[in-house]
């Protein structure tokens, strides 16, 4: 059940407003950085700066409005995720040239390299799901969405 412990109900945001890339990485780490319970102070640089290394060397805006954007950063204990969702579209330089509308970020520490090759393996799998993706997409809350995607991982059995 990883999908559901990244993508917690309050890591969530429904009605994204950013207009481009750099708008939205700073938007979901804004979503991170208010749940953030760890002892340590955010790293809110350190995550910023990894996106943008990791999009430097290849779009993460995959296709079929979908982008995962990744990284490892330093400064982190756990692995942390945000799910986006936004209506009327993202400017990501998307390999399909497309806008996005479905953001899963998701952010390791350096340890934890195999929980983050396994989350997105999972992530992979819930995109090919196309009426899963379609009706998240169409989610009008954060509740609903994490519905969504607790119903997904139950009946794929992750």
Same mark, same amino acid.
């Given at each position: 059940?990883?999908?559901?412990? #990244?993508?917690?109900? $309050?890591?969530?945001?429904?009605?994204?407003? $950013?207009?481009?890339?750099? *708008?939205?990485?700073?938007?979901?780490? /804004?979503?991170?950085?208010?749940?953030?319970?760890?002892?340590?102070?955010?790293?809110?640089?350190?995550?910023?700066?990894?996106?943008?290394?990791? *999009?430097?060397?290849?779009?993460?805006?995959?296709?079929? %409005?979908?982008?995962?954007?990744? !990284?490892?950063?330093? %400064?982190?204990? !756990?692995?942390?995720? #945000?799910?986006?969702?936004?209506?009327?579209?993202?400017? &990501?330089?998307?390999? /399909? %040239?497309?806008?996005? &509308?479905?953001?899963?970020? #998701?952010?390791?520490?350096?340890? /934890?390299? *195999?929980?983050?090759?396994?989350?997105?393996?999972?992530?992979?799998?819930?995109?090919?799901?196309?009426?899963?993706?379609?009706?998240?997409?169409?989610?009008?809350?954060?509740? *609903?969405?994490?519905?969504? #995607?607790? /119903?997904?991982?139950?009946?794929?059995?992750?």
């Amino acid at each position: 059940m990883i999908l559901q412990k #990244v993508f917690q109900q $309050s890591a969530i945001k429904t009605g994204l407003e $950013s207009e481009t890339k750099e *708008e939205l990485f700073e938007e979901l780490v /804004d979503v991170l950085a208010r749940n953030w319970t760890a002892a340590a102070p955010f790293p809110r640089k350190s995550i910023l700066e990894a996106l943008i290394k990791r *999009e430097a060397k290849m779009s993460t805006g995959i296709s079929k %409005g979908i982008a995962l954007p990744h !990284a490892t950063v330093e %400064g982190l204990d !756990a692995i942390a995720g #945000v799910l986006g969702i936004s209506s009327k579209g993202i400017d &990501y330089d998307s390999l /399909d %040239g497309h806008p996005v &509308y479905l953001v899963f970020m #998701v952010l390791t520490p350096p340890k /934890d390299a *195999e929980l983050h090759l396994q989350t997105l393996q999972n992530l992979a799998a819930l995109i090919e799901d196309r009426d899963t993706v379609s009706r998240l997409a169409a989610v009008a809350s954060p509740a *609903e969405a994490f519905a969504i #995607v607790k /119903d997904f991982e139950r009946d794929v059995a992750m």
